[in-house]
């Protein structure tokens, strides 16, 4: 190998991002002894959003050799979600589902964990590398990209294959110009970290809160309890909702001022919904509040001409479900396996054996994310009168078990679920 400005680099395989779906991606592939080269634009540890994991995902973690040094990492303890709205409660327990797999996992300080996943990745031999950032894409038999690092010496890396796991950054879908629409609207997030006091910590940590705003039934709270003795709140909205009414943009003014309105902002919507006001009203910051507009992505195909899209880079629906790292791990064990055949000369199909499987789960959580913000969802899970077997087959896919076709409502989801609505409509219903 040489490097420095103008050399090339081969690898067997380049791995764009190092979050979740990169890293056990590379691990899974240096297991089978290929060569792996990492490229992540920023240095580690960073923030990232995402940060109540699914049960589902963790078959994936512990397969590539990093459940250990999760579990030892001391993350918040998770067993299942907890739904609000007014005056109703409804929890989903994760150990009670119809799926057979992981039924517990955790919350997770995203910055934490993901370095925690790179570090196994890179203590398997991956050669992992921060503060580089993809110029250029050329496909085919031998793709090469062009790389640039943080003191701008440029690099060409010659692969076997690419595989694209740079979440929201999306390096391979801007650069091809692969993105389509995705058919949902257009929503934003403004979320924040807060000290929790002597309520908060005396409430159930294990399950992430799910509330339902009083008012308006197609905007909602998350609350995600974490391992320091703070909690994650976010509200998630269509972006007006979020955004100041006096019509100036938030861009447009000084950042001092953006940063005090958007606290505001948040805190004001907390104090609207009584549970999250009793337990956070008034309490300490512990990071500024943030915004992130318009998330959901999509693109007409999950692979190309030497590369493949992993997790967030091929699509991202809605946080409301929490599905973006079980998909991002879960995109890349089906990705590696597929990749792992064809790099020992097989014939493999990318859109029979990888688009298309991964499409169906990603289709499931769709499904359920589109009733969520029509209410139909909201119905099914408030129903006071949910035959148990049902309730354990909703509670898998809630658990991120999207892929089991055992499950009617994975395997033909939105009929199912407008069947099940229908039944909870019904005026005699609760």
């Known amino acids: 190998m040489t490097t420095g400005d103008g050399k090339t680099i081969d690898v067997d395989v380049a791995v764009i991002g190092a979050g979740p779906a990169g890293a056990v991606a590379a691990a899974l592939l240096r297991r089978d002894g290929h060569r792996v080269r990492v490229i992540e634009r920023q240095q580690f540890p960073r923030f990232s959003i995402g940060e109540s994991l699914l049960p589902q995902s963790m078959a994936y973690i512990e397969e590539a050799g990093m459940l250990q040094a999760v579990v030892e990492a001391g993350f918040q303890y998770k067993n299942g979600a907890a739904f609000f709205r007014g005056e109703e409660r409804s929890e989903y327990d994760f150990r009670d589902k119809s799926s057979p797999g992981w039924g517990t996992t955790f919350q997770v300080v995203r910055a934490d964990f993901d370095n925690v996943l790179a570090r196994c990745a890179a203590e398997q031999g991956a050669d992992v590398r921060f503060g580089e950032t993809v110029t250029a894409f050329r496909g085919g038999a031998t793709p090469e990209l062009d790389i640039v690092d943080a003191e701008q ?42 000290a929790e006091g002597d309520a908060a910590r005396q409430s159930d940590r294990t399950k992430i809160g799910v509330f339902v ?16 003795g ?65 998330y959901s992505a999509n693109v007409a195909s999950l692979h190309g001409d030497g590369y493949a899209l992993l997790g967030n880079a091929g699509e ?9 790292v079980t998909i991002a791990v879960r995109s890349a064990h089906q990705a590696t396996q597929v990749l792992k055949r064809q790099l ?39 129903y006071k009168a949910q035959t148990p077997m049902i309730r354990r087959m909703i509670s898998a896919v809630l658990a ?13 989801p939105v009929r199912r679920l407008n069947a099940l609505h229908a039944v909870c409509a019904l005026p005699t219903a609760g």
């Open 153 to 194: 010496v440029a690099t060409t890396l010659r692969a076997r294959f690419v595989l694209d796991a740079s979440g929201f950054g999306r390096v391979l879908p801007r650069l091809l110009q692969l993105e389509t629409p995705t058919g949902l609207p257009q929503r934003a997030a403004l979320f924040g970290h807060f």
């Open 213 to 228: 705003h009083p008012s308006h039934r197609d905007v909602w709270f998350w609350r995600i309890p974490l391992s320091d």
């Open 230 to 294: 703070r909690s994650s709140i976010g509200c998630v909205a269509a972006p007006a909702f979020l955004s100041p009414d006096d019509g100036l943009p938030l861009s447009a003014r000084p950042e001092s001022e953006q940063d005090a309105w958007r606290e505001a902002r948040l805190r004001a919507l907390i104090a609207e919904e009584p549970l999250l006001a009793r337990l956070f009203d008034g309490a300490p910051l512990r990071m500024p509040v943030r915004t992130l507009t318009g």
């Open 316 to 324: 991202f629906l809605d946080p409301v479900f929490s599905s973006g």
């Open 344 to 382: 020992r000369g097989e014939a493999v199909d990318w859109q029979r054996e990888y688009d298309a499987p991964l499409r169906k789960g990603i289709d499931t959580f769709r499904a359920f994310v589109e009733r969520w913000y029509s209410g139909e969802l909201q119905d099914i899970i408030f």
């Open 400 to 412: 991120g078990y999207a892929w089991d076709e055992s499950n009617p409502y994975v395997k033909d």
